[in-house]
C-alpha cells in the first residue's frame, strides 16, 4: 500500500509564501507522475501542477509564475512551493501519485493539507 503524506500547510497572509511536500513511502522513480491538487469549499477538486519522472512539469493557468513544482528523488519527496498567495488560492491540496498502465492506472492519493490565504 502507497502512502502520501503532505505538511507544510498553514495560514498567510496574501502575497506570502508557503512550501508544501509530499513524502512517499516508496521510491517515486516508480511513478509516471506526481502531482498536486487542490479543493476549495463548493468547488471541484482541480489540477494545479504535475511532474514526470522525466522532469517535464505542467501548471494550471491560475498559479503559473507563482507556483513551482520540484522532485527530490534521493527523499522520495516532491514539493510545492507557492509564492504570491492569492485568497483564491485557499484550498485543501492534496497530493497524488499515478502508476500509467494501459488499461486502467494506478492512482493514489494524499490526506491533504489546508492552505488559507488571508487578504
Known amino acids: 500500500q502507497v502512502q502520501l503524506v503532505e505538511s507544510g500547510g498553514g495560514l498567510v497572509q496574501a502575497g506570502g509564501s508557503l512550501r508544501l511536500s509530499c513524502a512517499a513511502s516508496r521510491s517515486i522513480f516508480s511513478f509516471n507522475v506526481m502531482a498536486w491538487y487542490r479543493q476549495a469549499p463548493g468547488k471541484q477538486r482541480e489540477l494545479v501542477a504535475d511532474i514526470r519522472t522525466g522532469g517535464n512539469s505542467n501548471y494550471a493557468e491560475s498559479v503559473k509564475g507563482r507556483f513551482f513544482i520540484s522532485r527530490d528523488n534521493a527523499k522520495n519527496t516532491v514539493y510545492l512551493q507557492m509564492n504570491s498567495l492569492k485568497s483564491e488560492d485557499t484550498a485543501v491540496y492534496y497530493c497524488?501519485?499515478?502508476?500509467?498502465?494501459?488499461?486502467?492506472?494506478?492512482?493514489?492519493w494524499g490526506q491533504g493539507t489546508q492552505v488559507t490565504v488571508s487578504s
Open positions: 497524488n501519485a499515478r502508476v500509467v498502465r494501459s488499461i486502467l492506472d494506478d492512482v493514489y
